[in-house]
């Protein structure tokens, strides 16, 4: 592909080294650098005047660091005369953060939005947001990734039987039907009171239960589902989620379920020391470089939507 370049930060270089090796183009040097006082600079190792630009960086642990390593990136890309500069964003850090929950609270996930817009950036590529509708807090091409299709397509291969597809709360319920959809498999939905354990909508009973989340941070989610699920008479259960977060605790709090396996994507890179004997991994590198490679020529990713 001529005309295209790919550059990594350092949010999460494995991931954008399989992102490379599927589009077939090697990462463009740059250099990261750090100032005494935390300060960032960047300088580009390599002309990009005319090139359409491909930045691959999550809005991980660090977020504040990542998010500034991106801002600077565009700003030098934009001023080296990129012809366009596409930003890959495998996680997007304070998506959380989308409407006004109470008085007088920030709506960062926009905020996140313009800064990106406003420092230039043509398209914006992710994987599975926390909401669809973050889609809209941009006035510019939005690519939105999933990676159902891929959590599916390893669950077939399981072969597992009696599958119950578990949504952790009432606003996972759209997400799980969609997996439970693919699997050929019928929805559960734990449900969560005040003051009251959590109980199960749904027949679990003798089910392998496979808790399908968009990410785990603090694992506190995982382990009411699971308490419910067990109570509720449910065989295996298995914890999915597309974002590895695992902040404050969350990889104890997990070890110490004996959920049968964690599956996860590395959008995020996750440290030696948060990961788990009981943990799968599976890349969206291939299904990233393959979002490349028809962005670049022009043509439709919805091919990457179409699994049945």
């Known amino acids: 592909m001529a005309g295209v370049k790919l550059f990594a930060l350092n949010g999460n270089v494995p991931l954008a080294q ?9 990462l463009s040097p740059a250099s990261v650098r750090h100032f005494a006082d935390g300060e960032i600079a960047i300088d580009l190792d390599d002309s990009v005047r005319g090139a359409d630009v491909y930045v691959i960086q999550p809005v991980s642990d660090p977020v504040n660091e990542n998010l500034m390593e ?7 890309l934009r ?8 930003v890959v964003v495998p996680y997007y850090g304070y998506a959380r953060a989308d409407r006004k929950a109470r008085s007088r609270e920030p709506i960062t996930a926009k905020l996140v939005a313009n800064l990106l817009t406003m420092d230039g950036i043509d398209r914006f590529i992710a994987v599975d947001l926390h909401a669809d509708q973050l889609q809209g807090f941009f006035d510019i091409p939005v690519d939105h990734l999933r990676a ?13 039987p009696d599958v119950v597809v578990v949504a952790p709360d009432h606003s996972g319920t759209k997400h799980a039907r969609e997996l439970a959809e693919l699997l050929h498999a019928p929805i559960a939905i734990v449900d969560k009171r005040p003051e009251a354990d ?7 009973a003798g089910q392998n239960a496979i808790i399908i989340d968009d990410l785990i941070d603090t694992g506190d989610r995982a382990a009411e589902a699971y308490t419910a699920l067990a109570a509720a008479g449910a065989k295996d259960i298995y914890a999915v989620a597309t974002h590895a977060i695992f902040s404050r605790g969350a990889s104890q709090r997990l070890a110490d379920l004996p959920l049968s396996q964690i599956v996860v994507t590395d959008t995020i890179d996750l440290p030696a020391e948060k990961r788990l004997p009981n ?6 590198g291939q299904m990233i470089g393959q979002a490349i490679k028809l962005i670049a020529t ?9 699994f049945k």
Do not use: C, W
Not at 18 to 26: R, S
Not at 79 to 86: D, G, L, Q, Y
Not at 279 to 284: R, W
């Open 79 to 86: 001023r080296a005369s990129a012809h366009t500069i596409n």
């Open 18 to 26: 399989k992102i490379a090796q599927e589009v077939g183009l090697p």
């Open 148 to 160: 159902l299709p891929l959590f599916a397509e390893y669950f077939r291969k399981l072969n597992l």
């Open 70 to 76: 991106l801002l600077i990136m565009v700003d030098a």
């Open 298 to 306: 022009n043509q439709s990713i919805h091919p990457l939507f179409d």
């Open 279 to 284: 943990m799968v991994t599976i890349s969206v």
């Open 198 to 204: 959590a109980g199960i909508i749904g027949d679990v």
